[in-house]
């Protein structure tokens, strides 16, 4: 049963860069979409970005200059960078199999951005 | 961008009774690639219908997608326990980006 776990610090500072990683379990990294979804605090959730694992990515328009997805085969991950971060960019983040549907989610992780 | 307008915000029902949501989109969803979640306090969705009418592998037969083009539905034919969640619907088929509805929330009347 693929599991994916995303980790990484649970507070940012305002226009610093947020990095999470994702990492996946019981199964490949490759062959697939992976992809980073969030949900600010009580509301609906917002598309990141996906990552194919051979490189290519495809980003939310919104977010495009100040989002980085890339993919460590070796190491099973995905990872999320998201430059000059605010307020808003607060939420649960999650990652998950696919570039369409969703089957496979990670729990999230909960970053706060606050000074 | 494809906006998804989910209705009811929130719908108040008692178990054994049907559930009717409601996801529309402002413009026609490509192949009906729409798709239906569940979420559940702390937890992540679980989704639920894809292809707007496609049960996904375990889901209950009582969970009935249905709809194409711009107006799709979700309905659970009688509430378990266990159905109270919030609903999110997501369209897959004009991306990116991939977009989600506001989500519906069935609570116990």
């Known amino acids: 049963q693929v599991q994916l776990q995303e980790s990484g610090p649970g507070l940012a500072k305002p226009s610093e860069t947020l990095s999470l990683t994702c990492t996946v379990s019981g199964g490949s990294i490759s062959g697939y979409y992976w992809s980073w979804i969030r949900q600010p605090p009580g509301k609906g959730l917002e598309w990141v970005g996906y990552?194919?694992?051979?490189?290519?990515?495809n980003v939310n328009p919104s977010l495009n200059r100040r989002v980085t997805i890339s993919v460590d085969t070796s190491k099973n991950q995905i990872s999320l960078k998201l430059s000059s971060v605010t307020a808003a960019d607060t939420a649960m983040y999650y990652c998950a199999r696919g570039s369409g549907y969703y089957v496979y989610w990670g729990l999230g992780t909960l970053v706060t951005v606050s000074s | 961008e494809i906006v998804l307008t989910q209705s009811p915000g929130t719908l108040s029902l008692s178990p054994g009774e049907r559930a009717t949501l409601s996801c529309r989109a402002s413009?026609?969803?490509?192949?009906?690639?729409l798709a239906w979640y569940q979420q559940k306090p702390g937890q992540a969705p679980r989704l639920l219908i894809y292809?707007?009418?496609s049960r996904a592998t375990g889901i209950p037969d009582r969970f009935i997608g249905s709809g194409s083009g711009t107006d799709f539905i979700l309905t659970i034919s009688r509430l378990e326990p266990e159905d109270f969640a919030v609903y999110h619907c997501?369209?897959?088929?004009?991306?990116?980006?991939?977009?989600f509805g506001g989500g519906t929330k069935v609570e116990i009347k």
């Open positions: 997501q369209q897959y088929g004009n991306s990116p980006p991939l977009t």
């Open positions: 413009q026609s969803v490509s192949s009906g690639y």
């Open positions: 292809g707007a009418s």
């Open positions: 990552i194919y694992y051979g490189g290519t990515t």
